[in-house]
């Protein structure tokens, strides 16, 4: 069984203070209502003209009713401060709500970091089988070399473009490029294999 936690002597002060204030703006709500209730009553006749008593009770009544204002205000109030003095000495309910929203806000980041893994995983494998669609197409073979892939659409497209349907000698001289360079490769390549056999 926990024990009560011991308070300063000023906030118990403060405490009982407040308490006092209470229990004293209730006593003044139920003590004015009940004699506005009393008030009420006809009474028999009496010293008094009627007009006279009705303007009496009636400006009692006034009085009653302010009163019960008044304490309801001071009861706003001391609502006000109670939730002051628990906001500026009501640690261990801070630290906890503190607690909480790291806790709550942990978990959040746990949720998107686990969505994140998974969009990455999931982009990885389409990246993949878009790499393996290409280089099994025939967009990206130049006669029988693989190509690099910005490459191959950049002479795809000059192919296809006007300038290269029009001007026959162009393309031809492309071509050519591309056997030299093929030429040239396997050379390379031969002469590589002769010097290791050597």
């Not at 990455?120 to 690099?148: F, K, M, N, T």
Request: charged share 30%.
């Amino acid at each position: 069984m926990s024990t009560p936690r011991v308070l300063p002597q000023s906030k118990e002060t403060l405490l009982q203070n407040y308490n006092k204030r209470l229990k004293d703006d209730i006593r003044s709500i139920l003590d004015n209502f009940t004699e506005i209730i009393k008030t009420a009553k006809v009474e028999d006749e009496t010293q008094v003209s009627r007009a006279t008593q009705a303007e009496q009770d009636h400006f009692e009544m006034h009085v009653r009713a302010a009163n019960i204002v008044r304490a309801g205000e001071s009861l706003m109030k001391l609502v006000s401060d109670l939730k002051q003095f628990l906001i500026l000495n009501d640690f261990p309910s801070v630290n906890e709500a503190i607690s909480l929203r790291n806790q709550q806000l942990r978990t959040l980041q746990e949720e998107c970091d686990k969505k994140l893994i998974s969009l990455r995983d999931e982009i990885a494998i389409d990246l993949y089988e878009l790499e393996e669609e290409y280089y099994s197409s025939s967009c990206g073979q130049w006669d029988g070399v693989e190509l690099p892939l910005c490459e191959a659409f950049h002479r795809q497209d000059s192919w296809g473009s006007p300038e290269m349907t029009s001007d026959p000698s162009h393309a031809n001289h492309e071509v050519s490029d591309h056997l030299g360079s093929q030429e040239s490769m396997q050379r390379h390549r031969n002469g590589s294999g002769t010097s290791e056999q050597s």
